[in-house]
């Protein structure tokens, strides 16, 4: 069976920064483009950040240049780096890869508060 499994989020101040992992089993990991989203209460899901198996990337506008992801084809994981956090990227985070079904992971909660 296929899983991913997120971990890394937490509470931090403004400012800070955090490193969520996503660790996929039960796929070909190098094959697939993996997604980072987040859904915030009372909002609707949206994509922050994917990378393609050849290591391209994409970001939402309002993370460029404070949110960096990337994998290790090797370890089976991709990672979501986040600095300069702002209460506004306060939400569940959640990985997902779209192969011959979608696949997400549980989410882990990032909580951006003073």
């Known amino acids: 069976q296929v899983q991913l499994v997120e971990s890394g989020g937490g509470l931090v101040q403004p400012g800070g920064s955090l490193r969520l992992s996503c660790a996929a089993s039960g796929i070909t990991f190098s094959r697939w483009r993996v997604n980072w989203y987040r859904q915030a209460p009372g909002k609707q899901r949206e994509l922050v950040a994917l990378?393609?198996?050849?290591?391209?990337?994409n970001y939402l506008d309002v993370v460029k240049g404070r949110f960096t992801i990337s994998r290790d084809n090797a370890k089976n994981t991709a990672y979501l780096q986040m600095n300069s956090l702002k209460p506004e990227d306060t939400a569940v985070y959640y990985c997902?890869?779209?192969?011959?079904?979608?696949?997400w992971g549980q989410g882990t909660q990032v909580t951006v508060s003073s």
């Open positions: 990378i393609t198996p050849s290591g391209n990337t």
């Open positions: 997902a890869i779209f192969a011959d079904n979608n696949y």
